[in-house]
């Protein structure tokens, strides 16, 4: 049998022959990646067991069948994203932002508006339940703008029982934190009441963020984190 240093020797020699990991980010913008099916699994550390071995469940008997007793935990999803990552199999769009002088996006305005449609249904659900913290993940939510994000924080709030001292986390990206203007939607959004930010770093090896076509080298996240540091007291990399 093979060593398995000697094998990852040759599978890194195959890839550089193939212009790996230089090539990735253009593959992925152009819509080619790994097809998981193929494989089989879910290729997550995060998911066990794998997502094709769980039994399919019927959503409306689940959730008819959830108790969300006195206090609850609330996940926003925001399923887009500036890069797409080589190792992602999320649902997940690219999206670099809206543009200076720019319109409004039109997928990302149809989500937020049926996400607070959305948010009002589970509200009739919670009834007096109270939330005690909220997350906005993704994706990136911090690709949106800071009036996108705060529409949300408002819908949540008008429609649900919100703790007084709740935690308000939204996830960004290192390139989202030091975009022109990135500053600036932080101080806007810790204005808004968010108590936390959360950011994916995955690695500060430059050839390992080219392999996983994050978008910049490890000088970026030290910035990010750098602004992160400033502005809020509670925040995390990843």
């Known amino acids: ?14 890839l550089h022959s193939l212009g790996f990991p230089a090539i990735a980010p253009r593959l992925h913008a152009a819509g080619i990646g790994i097809d998981r099916a193929v494989l089989g699994g879910s290729h997550s550390v995060a998911v066990y067991p794998p997502i094709d ?15 969300f ?7 926003v999803h925001i399923p887009f994203c500036e890069t797409r990552c080589t190792f992602c199999h999320y649902a ?19 989500y937020i508006e049926a996400l607070k449609r959305e ?9 007096d339940t109270t939330i005690s913290s909220i997350y906005i993940g993704g994706g990136t939510p911090l690709v949106l703008e800071a009036a996108e994000l ?8 008008g429609a649900c029982r919100v703790a ?4 308000v986390c939204v996830e960004g990206s290192p390139l989202t934190i030091t975009a022109d203007g ?10 808004d009441g968010v108590t936390r930010l959360s950011f994916g770093v995955q690695s500060f090896n430059d050839e390992v963020l080219r392999y996983a076509a994050r978008g910049y080298k490890r000088d970026v996240p030290i910035r990010a984190a750098e602004i992160a540091a400033a502005l809020f007291d509670n925040w995390n990399w990843i």
């Open 119 to 127: 948010l009002g249904l589970w509200a009739a659900r919670l009834g």
């Open 69 to 75: 007793g006195t206090e609850t935990s609330l996940y």
């Open 164 to 167: 007084r001292d709740a935690e």
């Open 182 to 191: 990135g500053r600036d939607k932080l101080q806007r959004l810790r204005a």
């Open 1 to 14: 049998m093979e060593p398995q240093s000697a094998a990852f020797d040759r599978a890194r020699t195959t």
């Open 92 to 110: 997940v769009q690219h999206y670099k932002g809206r543009q200076p002088a720019g319109a409004a996006n039109p997928a990302v305005h149809r």
């Open 53 to 67: 071995s769980l039994t399919l469940l019927d959503p409306a008997r689940a959730v008819a069948g959830l108790d």
């Open 150 to 157: 705060r529409d949300i924080l408002t819908t949540i709030r």
